[in-house]
């Protein structure tokens, strides 16, 4: 795509190893050089950022990968960000693949939405646009006070599933929890296939039901006003783990938006053993895998898991475009890196076309 170079610039937040070179591999794509500055922290432990080249007028795209060190990641961001806009740059878009904070967007006993502080202090610093991939929740998007574009990779990950799992028309698609069951549900119609519901103690804590915000039990009314009394909550009980619908003889392929604790997956992928599905993959954009979790994943019934790596770790090898990563205990874990939907969303915001032809939801 020719776009004239002066008409923009493309600025790395942070010197770590993957977002450097998700940089470099998207300005060799849109055919521009990757902006000078120098991102570090000093002695005590402040962030610092010196733009090395004017930006005065020009639309300036941040990118930001979120590695292990999330808080981090996020004042860089922010200090990149204040300092653009003070250095007169005209539009200050953040690429964030995986927008930290998100499993936090809903109030849960007395804690707060992070996620809405978070996008108050990027628009306060100056960002005037987002590219992300994949919310946890679609309607995060309204936390911010400007557009957010927010890329699938459905697409990516269905054309994986057709080119390269044998007979995956024998699969079924699962959903790790009923709260998981609408984006399966999704790759189920666009697939062609049946659907899964995995039920019960596993299932995801996150649900409304399950916020937390309840008061406590009522106090027995001394004034004589009994018609004033509130009824007590009765406590929750998780039912036994249980899967609705057949797997059995079936690829079971469990869809996903984070992989992170892996305890749920491989609750999920034994109970698909007992009944019978004698294969399991786990789909999913991003692969946050904290912990121990490639350990657990390999000592589990999980025979594959796709996804989205953010940023490198020891003893792996990542290999972008469609390539897999593998660890160097085995190819349980393997990766894809959306980078063809970074590049077209770059190029499609920045010459203002739609990027619903790519992969925004």
């Not at 054309?159 to 799992?165: M, N, V």
């Not at 954009?285 to 019934?301: F, M």
């Not at 940023?311 to 085995?330: C, D, I, S």
């Amino acid at each position: 795509m020719n776009v004239a170079k002066s008409a923009y610039r493309v600025f790395s937040a942070n010197s770590s190893a993957a977002c450097t070179e998700l940089a470099k591999k998207i300005t060799e794509r849109l055919g521009v050089e990757l902006g000078k500055s120098v991102v570090f922290q000093e002695s005590n432990r402040e962030t610092r950022v010196d733009v090395k080249e004017s930006v005065r007028g020009q639309t300036i795209f941040i990118i930001q990968t979120i590695p292990r060190d999330v808080n981090t990641a996020i004042m860089e961001l922010l200090v990149m960000a204040y300092a653009l806009k003070t250095s007169c740059a005209k539009n200050i878009i953040g690429v964030i693949p995986y927008f930290p904070y998100s499993k936090q967007c809903k109030m849960r006993k007395r804690g707060s939405i992070v996620c809405k502080l978070l996008a108050s202090m990027l628009a306060k610093a100056g960002l005037t646009h987002i590219i992300t991939m994949d919310l946890h929740q679609k309607e995060i998007q309204g936390f911010f006070s400007f557009p957010v574009d927010n890329l699938r990779a459905s697409p990516f990950l269905i054309q994986y599933i057709q080119e390269e799992i044998p007979d995956y028309r024998n699969a079924i698609i699962v959903a790790k929890s009923p709260a998981a069951a609408k984006r399966a549900q999704s790759y189920a119609e666009r697939l062609r296939l049946g659907l899964a519901v995995i039920h019960g103690e596993a299932q995801c804590s996150e649900s409304d039901m399950a916020d937390g915000r309840h008061s406590p039990p009522c106090v027995r009314n001394t004034t004589g006003h009994t018609g004033l009394e509130l009824p007590l909550m009765m406590a929750k009980e998780k039912p036994p783990i249980t899967v609705v619908g057949d797997v059995g003889g079936r690829i079971a392929i469990i869809v996903d938006d984070i992989i992170d604790d892996v305890g749920d997956f491989v609750a999920a992928a034994e109970i698909l053993k007992e009944r019978g599905a004698y294969k399991i993959y786990i789909m999913a954009t991003h692969g946050l895998l904290s912990a121990d979790a490639p350990r657990l994943i390999e000592e589990s019934a999980i025979d594959e898991v796709r996804t989205d790596p953010p940023h490198p770790r020891e003893n792996w090898l990542f290999m972008y475009l469609n390539e897999t990563v593998t660890q160097a205990k085995g190819e349980v874990v393997k990766g894809l890196f959306f980078l063809f939907s970074f590049f077209y969303g770059l190029s499609f915001v920045h010459c203002k076309q739609s990027v619903k032809r790519d992969a925004s939801s």
